[in-house]
């Protein structure tokens, strides 16, 4: 391999486009694992509401329902398990591996949980908000999932489909608690205050969660999601939880608020099928693109390489600025080499360049949303470990502490992670 | 495969530790390459150097020298595309490898473009500054090189490191640069006022360059850089060389500047190499580390398996909170399994999951220096491609911009970048 030897810049040139195709296959996979996490945790859902049902009506509700709810988690978590599979045998060409893997091995930690805890349940051996707990554990640590995927995703529009699925499913999860949650307080009759104010934080984060979709999501999705308007009687029920005092619940509203809320989860699980849909659909088709480049890019290149002639002045002399080509333009034709050769390269490496320059740089742009993101659910995180805090009273502080400075949620984040060293150890 | 067995999510988490070992040993292999990236710079610098004296003695200076500095490139190149080789075959798991090919793709470019140079030079056929462009550009490709590796690398404290030496390499880039102009400016007679500039300009961004570095650096290369005296007689030439006008300059002032600069940019050379050694160190040091936690994570999770026994309720009922680990206790002896199983297993899933994600902490907070550096070296991209302006006048464009509006030059940039579509292709 020698420098002067044009073809060896061709090779590299080949190999970049080689492994930008490579790692849009490699998306088209991760891709059906968020798929895959998705029928997974709508399933999660469905067995924790209909868990809480039957918990919180001392067994009276949904007790032959329970078998089916976990027939169908048990069928979507072989299908999760077998794209896990494929993760596993992609390991040495996953971008951060080491970190997908460890998320991975929390997802499965915590579905391991669940066999045992249905046990419990039916046993009606375990109270209804660790059994709530440990199910929404579950589906938190598979959302993280999708979310390291989203995150090391290098192709800007699949990047972009990605955040919105992830934001749209954890919209979706938030709804979910708000109906599991509901679920529980009608069957044991009421709501409690602090149950009340749960109830707030979660239907004030979905809309954030469904904000960031919005923004991030394509024309027909977005048209799909703000269609979709929330049933008149759910938003009644609403309003009844969050106002109405214990003991003074409808008979039977907690089957009638299940329904609903099952009604409006099943619609957003649709929507979540049509991103899931749209976003393979854009991997197939940017895969394509890909191919049709590397072709076009091998036909580009072959005839610019000089017969093999045992000189090794290189192809420097015929190009690099136009001035310096006229000066080398009398060695031409002793060479053998078409004089175009340099210009040719020089263009096809600039346009390489140019491309994955502009590709990075819409990617960065993406990544500072995100990050924002990040840092405020790691400084989430800090308080709920330092603190005991649950997630909303977590939010609701740095919410507070944004208020009372008048600064960016993610300036209060920022500042908290940057102090995290002085928290110490919460063991 | 299944979820219940708990020696599925043993093996992804020892999946996730193997995948940081082996990213580890990659950077090594990265660390190898900038070393050889280092060497092959610091001698086309002197390369370009000594061809300046040439070119502008008219060939009075250093005709005999040119092969030889001839023969250092090409032993350093050489050393270079072995290395450069090694990449080749880590195509598939390396991070971001569509860029670093492309990148490499233009730094053999650059490369190729020199022995034909070369000619053009000893048959005086190539004004300087054209020559000394050409040298330039084949340098900068390589620095680009080295930053893509740098910002790829997931180990905060390599990264660290790797970000110490680029910088620190970029700051010698600009030394040879300052040696470079005034080797040729001496040997013409005088410095233009535009050339004043240029050397002005070369020795603050010099500064800035050296700044980052002491900000990145470990203590003893630090210690090392600020013990490093600048020259009096050279401060001198300096001196001169911004105020006395042309034809007004000492005898051979061009041989005393350049062996002046060279002691200097050499004694750079030095700290250089003890950077780069350092770095490997560190590396060596970080994949042993690594080597002996993948064996400590094994010993840890062989003998807390199960004996095999078709039971497929999972390690569930043992563990999980501890109050669920005491409500399925009395099912313990009846199941074979050590009861520490899910308790130790949780500890070190959490453990791996909180040591990445506060390496990942870390990094964020680097790369968000690293980011600003970016933005601004690409919106001074910007204004070099649409403005046809130099990498010093792109730079005082954005500072005097930032100046003027009182506001951090990373802001200009930004929201230079943020309007680059405005601004249209340059063809």
Same mark, same amino acid.
């Given at each position: 391999m020698?420098?002067?030897?044009?073809s060896?810049?061709?090779r590299?040139?080949?190999?970049?486009?080689?492994?930008?195709l490579?790692?849009?296959?490699g998306?088209?996979?991760s891709?059906?694992?968020?798929?895959?996490?998705?029928q997974?945790?709508?399933?999660?859902?469905?067995e924790?509401?209909?868990?809480n049902l039957f918990?919180?009506?001392?067994?009276?509700?949904?007790?032959?329902?329970?078998?089916?709810?976990?027939?169908? #988690?048990t069928?979507?978590q &072989?299908q999760? !398990?077998?794209?896990?599979?494929?993760l596993?045998?992609?390991? &040495?060409?996953l971008?951060?591996?080491? =970190?997908?893997?460890s $998320?991975?091995a929390?997802v499965?930690?915590s579905?391991?949980l669940?066999p045992?805890?249905?046990?419990?349940i039916?046993?009606h051996?375990?109270?209804?908000?660790?059994a709530?707990?440990?199910?929404?554990e579950? /589906?938190?640590?598979?959302l993280?999932?999708v979310?390291?995927?989203s995150?090391?995703a290098a192709?800007?529009?699949?990047?972009?489909?990605?955040?919105?699925m992830f934001?749209? !499913?954890?919209g979706k999860?938030l709804?979910?608690q708000?109906r599991?949650? @509901?679920?529980?307080?009608?069957a044991?009759?009421?709501f409690?205050p602090t149950?009340?104010?749960?109830?707030?934080d979660? /239907?004030?984060?979905?809309?954030?969660?469904?904000?960031?979709f919005?923004s991030?999501?394509?024309?027909?999705?977005?048209?799909a999601?703000?269609?979709l308007?929330t049933?008149?009687?759910? +938003?009644?029920?609403? $309003?009844?939880?969050?106002?109405?005092?214990?003991?003074n619940?409808?008979?039977?509203?907690?089957?009638?608020?299940?329904?609903?809320a099952?009604? $409006? /989860?099943d619609a !957003?699980?649709?929507?979540e099928?049509?991103?899931?849909?749209a976003?393979?659909?854009?991997?197939?088709e940017?895969i394509?693109?890909?191919?049709?480049?590397?072709?076009?890019?091998q036909?580009?290149?072959? @005839?610019?390489?000089?017969?093999?002639?045992?000189?090794?002045? @290189?192809?420097? #002399?015929?190009?690099a600025?136009?001035? !310096?080509a006229?000066?080398?333009?009398?060695w031409?034709d002793?060479?053998?080499?078409?004089?175009?050769?340099?210009?040719?390269l020089l263009?096809?490496?600039q346009?390489?360049a140019?491309?994955l320059?502009?590709l990075?740089?819409?990617?960065?742009e993406?990544?500072?949303t995100?990050?924002? =993101?990040?840092q405020?659910?790691r400084a989430?995180?800090?308080?709920?470990q330092h603190r005991g805090?649950? +997630? +909303?009273?977590a939010?609701?502080?740095?919410?507070?502490?944004?208020?009372?400075?008048?600064?960016?949620? #993610?300036? /209060?984040a920022?500042?908290m992670?940057a102090?995290a060293?002085?928290?110490g150890?919460?063991?």
């Amino acid at each position: 391999m020698t420098v002067a030897d044009p073809s060896t810049t061709i090779r590299f040139l080949m190999a970049s486009r080689q492994c930008e195709l490579n790692s849009l296959r490699g998306l088209l996979q991760s891709g059906e694992l968020v798929g895959r996490i998705s029928q997974l945790v709508h399933m999660l859902q469905r067995e924790r509401g209909t868990t809480n049902l039957f918990l919180c009506s001392g067994g009276r509700l949904c007790a032959d329902e329970l078998s089916l709810r976990e027939q169908d #988690v048990t069928q979507a978590q &072989a299908q999760f !398990m077998a794209q896990v599979g494929v993760l596993e045998q992609r390991a &040495a060409s996953l971008p951060q591996a080491s =970190r997908l893997f460890s $998320r991975t091995a929390s997802v499965l930690y915590s579905l391991g949980l669940l066999p045992g805890l249905r046990q419990q349940i039916r046993q009606h051996n375990l109270p209804q908000p660790d059994a709530m707990a440990a199910f929404s554990e579950a /589906i938190r640590h598979l959302l993280t999932l999708v979310f390291e995927v989203s995150d090391t995703a290098a192709e800007p529009v699949i990047a972009r489909a990605l955040i919105a699925m992830f934001s749209f !499913m954890q919209g979706k999860e938030l709804a979910g608690q708000e109906r599991a949650l @509901g679920a529980a307080a009608f069957a044991a009759g009421g709501f409690s205050p602090t149950e009340q104010q749960t109830l707030l934080d979660l /239907i004030e984060r979905q809309e954030r969660c469904f904000d960031t979709f919005v923004s991030f999501a394509d024309d027909d999705n977005r048209a799909a999601w703000q269609a979709l308007v929330t049933d008149r009687e759910f +938003e009644r029920l609403r $309003r009844l939880a969050c106002t109405r005092l214990p003991g003074n619940m409808p008979p039977d509203g907690s089957l009638h608020w299940f329904a609903l809320a099952t009604t $409006r /989860i099943d619609a !957003m699980k649709q929507i979540e099928d049509n991103l899931e849909q749209a976003l393979m659909r854009l991997c197939r088709e940017r895969i394509a693109a890909a191919e049709q480049a590397c072709l076009d890019q091998q036909a580009d290149v072959s @005839g610019l390489l000089p017969t093999p002639d045992g000189d090794d002045h @290189g192809y420097s #002399v015929f190009i690099a600025a136009p001035d !310096m080509a006229e000066a080398g333009a009398g060695w031409l034709d002793s060479d053998g080499v078409r004089p175009q050769l340099g210009r040719s390269l020089l263009s096809l490496v600039q346009q390489q360049a140019r491309r994955l320059q502009s590709l990075d740089n819409e990617l960065a742009e993406m990544r500072a949303t995100l990050s924002e =993101r990040k840092q405020i659910d790691r400084a989430k995180g800090l308080l709920m470990q330092h603190r005991g805090l649950s +997630e +909303e009273e977590a939010y609701n502080t740095l919410r507070r502490m944004a208020m009372n400075q008048n600064k960016k949620l #993610v300036e /209060i984040a920022a500042a908290m992670l940057a102090v995290a060293d002085v928290l110490g150890d919460p063991d």
